[in-house]
Nanobody
């Protein structure tokens, strides 16, 4: 069984930075394309970014996210990261990592069968 555990969330002032981590265990990490999603209170879960198995390709929700968010992975550590810079109050949400076998950079949550429990990001203005 694949297990995903996120960490790195917390309370940050607007303009600050965070690096979220997600450690994967249970199966070979390099089988999976990895994604990050977020869900704010009262809103639907939304796609943030995804990265292919070897880290060679990435995709982001939009150009704005691409400018402040960076997804990366360290296959030796079975870990995917999400660096968030210049945090804004609207970035406050629970951030989830997700895994799907294969090489397609899915942007829809429905394609990801494996999920972590989430890590809370709070941004103070």
């Amino acid at each position: 069984q694949v297990q995903l555990v996120e960490s790195g969330g917390g309370l940050v002032q607007a303009g600050g930075s965070l690096r979220l981590s997600c450690v994967v265990s249970g199966r070979t990490f390099t089988y999976y394309t990895m994604g990050w999603f977020r869900q704010a209170p009262g809103k639907e879960r939304e796609f943030v970014a995804a990265i292919t198995k070897n880290g060679g390709s990435t995709t982001y929700a939009d150009s704005v996210m691409k400018g402040r968010f960076t997804i990366s992975r360290d296959n030796a550590k079975n870990t995917v990261y999400l660096q968030i810079n210049n945090l804004k109050p609207e970035d406050a949400a629970v951030y989830y990592c997700a895994a799907v076998e294969g090489t397609v950079l899915y942007r829809s949550s429905g394609f990801y069968p494996y999920w972590g429990q989430g890590t809370q990001v709070t941004v103070s203005s």
